[in-house]
């Protein structure tokens, strides 16, 4: 006759609580809807049992970094379509890199221009509409631009409010052009 204590089987069990909780809960036809709601009561439960932890993991929030704009630019034209200039030329101040200017001379009185400019990293392009006056040999333009996109490390830029100027040399076309103002990222 065998004692009571001899028939018992000494091989240890091995079940941590989270498993027990997802035994049970799997034999009760309970999915991971149940055990996201668990997740609170730890973390080992929780990522234990839901197959990613994702469903657990706190939404992070992102935060726009603004970003000053005070480029200047000595373009030249390549080429001239109707009464619009495209220039191209180096932009120096705070970002550096290659600026690219349509401007269009839309009446006696108005131009309107998208520019981008193409730091280290990526690009920003951007709508202006300004004034527009003819001086003699010269004819100068002041607005305002909106930043509408970005490539890279300027992917989310925008920004409106932002001060565009410059100069047309009307013997050559050649443009000065000046962007300045906050933007953001």
């Known amino acids: 006759m065998m004692n009571k204590k001899e028939q018992v089987s000494t091989m240890p069990h091995r079940h941590s609580p989270s498993m027990s909780l997802r035994r049970i809960l799997s034999a009760a036809g309970v999915g991971g809807g149940v055990l996201m709601i668990l997740g609170p009561l730890g973390p080992s439960i929780s990522q234990a049992a839901?197959?990613?932890?994702s469903l657990t993991t706190p939404p992070t929030a992102l935060t726009a970094r603004a970003f000053s704009l005070n480029e200047n630019g000595s373009l030249h034209l390549t080429s001239k379509q109707g009464f619009t200039l495209n220039e191209e030329g180096p932009a120096s101040g705070t970002l550096s890199g290659t600026?690219?200017?349509h401007l269009k001379i839309v009446s006696s009185t108005h131009v309107t221009a998208e520019i981008s400019i193409y730091p280290r990293g990526g690009s920003i392009t951007g709508?202006?509409?300004a004034s527009y006056r003819r001086q003699g040999s010269s004819a100068n333009f002041s607005g305002s631009l909106s930043i509408e996109r970005g490539t890279g490390s300027y992917n989310h830029a925008r920004g409106s409010g932002l001060s565009f100027s410059g100069t047309i040399q009307r013997s050559n076309?050649?443009?000065t052009v000046?962007?300045?103002?906050?933007?953001s990222d």
């Open 50 to 53: 839901t197959p990613t932890t």
């Open 173 to 175: 076309d050649a443009v």
């Open 99 to 101: 600026i690219y200017v």
């Open 127 to 129: 709508q202006g509409s």
């Open 178 to 183: 000046h962007v300045g103002g906050t933007a």
